[in-house]
């Protein structure tokens, strides 16, 4: 009787293995959805406490006031409105980073102990959280009449089973409680 031939080290027919590395052991409860509108509460009115003041020294609440009392569209100078979208986005990044880095948390979201996280449990790195989470809901929400429907879908889609709204998805994060 003949001994059959011996395997080759390597199989080039063997499934890949993975090395995968143990869950995380933490436990990231979604956090509740009243904190996380206390939280966009609160930082909006610290961006309104630092925005304000320079918007009425310019001159652009009254022109942005009048353009509205005018039926709004078109009256206001594309122009202005990028500078000023560009400087509330550039404020929120001075106001903001610094908890966002810290532990990815807004001062509102440290207020009400819950914080960001990615998919994976892990504190998202600040210019993941600046250019994915925050910029395109900036951006897309100052587009007239876009904006305000992306707003109102970004903010209800809370109402899904996991919590996510769109800046979520398009951040691949979500919200949960802060232990």
Known sequence: MQTPPSLPEHDPYRAPA???APPSSE????????????????????????TLPPMLMT?????????????????????????????????????QGYPLHDSGQTWGKKLLSIRIVDLAGRKPPLVDLLLKRYLPTHAIVNIPCVG????????????????????????????VRAN
Not at 28 to 47: C, M, N, P, Q, S
């Open 18 to 20: 993975a090395h995968l």
């Open 27 to 50: 436990n990231h409860e979604l956090a509740d959805r009243w904190a996380r509108l206390a939280a966009v509460l609160i930082d909006a009115v610290i961006a309104l406490a630092v």
């Open 59 to 95: 001159g652009y609440w009254q022109e942005a006031f009048e353009a509205g009392q005018s039926g709004g569209l078109g009256s206001m100078p594309l122009g202005t409105m990028l500078l000023w979208a560009v400087i509330g986005f550039a404020l929120f990044a001075v106001i």
């Open 148 to 175: 305000g429907l992306y707003a109102l879908v970004d903010s209800l889609m809370i109402f899904r089973q996991d919590q996510r709204c769109l800046h979520d998805l398009i951040a691949g994060t979500r919200v």
